[in-house]
C-alpha cells in the first residue's frame, strides 16, 4: 500500500524559509522513478490548490502564486519530493499536502502539514 508521509512544516515569520519533504513507501523504484510528484494546498474556506509538481522527466509546473519563491525537487533513491519555500508570505498559510500520480494514474495524497507565516 502507497503511503506518503509529509515532514518540514512549521511557524515562520514573513520573508523566511522553510522546505517540505514527502516520503513515498509501498511501490517498487521504478513505478516510483515513473510517478508525478506534487504538493498542494489548502488555506481555510479556500479551494485547493496546486502549489508545484514535478513529472517524471523532471519537468516542473508551479502555481502562479509561488513562482520564483518556491523550488521543487524530486529524488528517485530516496523516493521522495521537496519544496524549498523562500520569501514566504501570510498568504502562504495553509495545509500543504502530499501528492502522487503513477503511472497507472492512480493517486495518492498524504495527511498534510501545516505551513504558518506570521506577518
Known amino acids: 500500500q502507497v503511503r506518503l508521509v509529509e515532514s518540514g512544516g512549521g511557524s515562520v515569520q514573513a520573508g523566511g524559509s522553510l522546505t517540505l519533504s514527502c516520503v513515498a513507501s509501498?511501490?517498487?523504484?521504478?513505478?516510483?522513478?515513473?510517478?508525478?510528484m506534487g504538493w498542494y494546498r489548502q488555506a481555510p474556506g479556500k479551494q485547493r490548490e496546486l502549489v508545484a509538481n514535478?513529472?517524471?522527466?523532471?519537468?516542473?509546473n508551479y502555481g502562479d502564486s509561488v513562482k520564483g519563491r518556491f523550488t521543487i525537487s524530486k529524488n528517485n533513491g530516496k523516493r521522495a519530493v521537496s519544496l524549498q519555500m523562500n520569501s514566504l508570505t501570510p498568504e502562504d498559510t495553509a495545509v500543504y499536502l502530499c501528492?502522487?500520480?503513477?503511472?497507472?494514474?492512480?493517486?495518492?495524497w498524504g495527511q498534510g502539514t501545516q505551513v504558518t507565516v506570521s506577518s
Open positions: 514535478i513529472t517524471s522527466g523532471a519537468l516542473t
Open positions: 509501498g511501490m517498487i523504484l521504478s513505478d516510483f522513478w515513473g510517478s508525478t
Open positions: 501528492h502522487l500520480r503513477r503511472p497507472s494514474m492512480q493517486t495518492y
